[in-house]
């Protein structure tokens, strides 16, 4: 398991310093980022936080996934590696 954590299910007003905060109350977050639209600037419903361990990053997961955030039930995953275009 990484450290890296995949979160969708945002909503679209979703701030990354909101993301961090409901990450933290569970470890260490090392980052958090909301995607967001390059023309617009409006998160894309998904968004990324990597943990100070793996065993936070875990517990991150198992707490989080499937709870109300923003009034959306988010949705908590390890991350993938990015796939080649």
């Known amino acids: 398991m990484t450290n890296k954590l995949f979160v969708g299910s945002l909503d679209y007003a979703t701030t990354d310093a909101q993301l961090e905060e409901v990450f933290a109350a569970i470890g260490k977050v090392l980052s958090a980022k909301v995607i967001t639209d390059r023309a617009t600037g409006q998160g894309k419903g998904f968004g990324f936080v990597e943990m100070g361990t793996p065993e936070e990053a875990?517990?991150?997961?198992?707490?989080?996934?499937?709870?109300?955030?923003?009034?959306?039930?988010?949705?908590?995953?390890?991350?993938?590696?990015?796939?080649?275009?």
């Open 58 to 85: 875990k517990a991150a997961m198992n707490t989080l996934n499937g709870t109300q955030f923003n009034g959306r039930s988010i949705v908590v995953n390890e991350a993938k590696p990015r796939e080649e275009r």
